[in-house]
């Protein structure tokens, strides 16, 4: 099956500036690649994801870039504001092939924005 | 649109003692997922189910852990009996279909075993 590392494990930034998190993923099969955000007692929000026949997208402050070929994506937050603290979650299918697709996760990471 | 409801939202019990929780996907999607996550960590998944059906559950710790999803809306997953180590946040989380690939999760349930 997949397995995914995510760095760092906390990340803090001053308000305003960018920040950006990174995954590695084991399975070149793997096709979809989503984000996720969860707050203190929330359950995981998804914010963004890509699929493998593209190599970035970009919602407003949000986006995300797919290197297949050194297997890794990232998530890149720009213009920072308070509200994004939170816990970041990146992730991809458990198992290639279309045998089933539930997620297996980065272990997150903690984002703080320092006013 | 109502998102995915689980209950109840936080649970307390004793070693050995079963559990039960409950999961109400977003009207009129098919697929069902029982996600773990130990505090400090991402989910991990439990169980996938497709309709009524089970679609992955190799990662079910499966002498203690149930899950049924019998009429394909709601879902339960009981642990019996629980141990420590079970204390977690149980999400469920629901796509529209096995095609769909987008999850929405649920606000989760807070279970703590001592």
């Known amino acids: 099956g997949e397995n995914v590392e995510q760095h760092p494990s906390t990340l803090s930034v001053q308000e305003g500036d960018s920040a950006v998190i990174k995954c590695t993923y084991s399975d070149s099969a793997s096709n979809y690649f989503p984000w996720y955000k969860q707050e203190l007692g929330k359950g995981p929000q998804l914010i963004i994801d890509i699929r493998s026949n593209v190599g970035e997208k970009k919602d407003q402050r949000i986006a995300v870039t797919l290197n297949k070929t050194a297997k890794h994506f990232s998530l890149h937050i720009t213009e920072t504001q308070p509200e994004d603290s939170a816990v970041y979650f990146c992730a991809a299918p458990l198992l290639s092939g279309g045998g089933a697709d539930g997620l297996t996760f980065g272990k997150g990471t903690h984002l703080i924005i320092q006013p | 649109e109502a998102g995915v409801a689980q209950s109840p939202r936080y649970k307390i019990i004793e070693k050995r003692q079963s559990v039960a929780f409950w999961c109400n996907p977003i009207s009129g999607h098919a697929t069902l997922y029982w996600y773990q996550q130990i505090l400090g960590q991402g989910p991990k998944l439990l169980i996938q189910f497709q309709n009524n059906g089970v679609v992955d559950d190799s990662q079910l710790p499966k002498d203690r852990f149930s899950a049924e999803r019998l009429k394909g809306v709601d879902s339960t997953l009981k642990i019996q009996p629980a141990k420590l180590e079970d204390s977690a946040v149980y999400l469920c989380?629901?796509?529209?279909?096995?095609?769909?690939?987008?999850?929405?999760f649920g606000p989760g349930t807070r279970l703590l075993v001592l």
């Open positions: 989380a629901s796509s529209l279909d096995r095609l769909g690939l987008t999850q929405y």
